[in-house]
């Protein structure tokens, strides 16, 4: 599965930086679907079983972020991607 579409690079002539950067996309979500799993995985196991899988969040910068998150350590987290300036003064 290919989610940043580097499978078409060669159709939309894309090279180096963007083909690298695609790749990069897609190792972090899939890393992220590996996390998942294996979070799934030991939250199912019968209390003191020991077979957990380990989970891989140093394998990506995006999962690394999540971690906090996924282990329960954060309760809320938000990401605003979009900064747009309002035509509304809040301050007065």
Known sequence: MDLA??????RAETEG???REAGK???????????LEALKFNSNLI???????PVPFRDSKLTM?????????????????YYRQSKYN???
């Open 5 to 10: 579409g580097s499978e078409r690079s060669s």
């Open 65 to 81: 972020i999540f971690q906090e998150y996924f282990l329960g350590t954060i309760i809320n987290f938000n990401c605003n991607l």
């Open 47 to 53: 209390v003191g079983q020991t077979n957990k899988k």
């Open 17 to 19: 930086k963007e083909v």
């Open 25 to 35: 996309i897609n190792k972090s979500i899939m890393t992220l679907g590996q996390c």
């Open 90 to 92: 809040y301050n007065s």
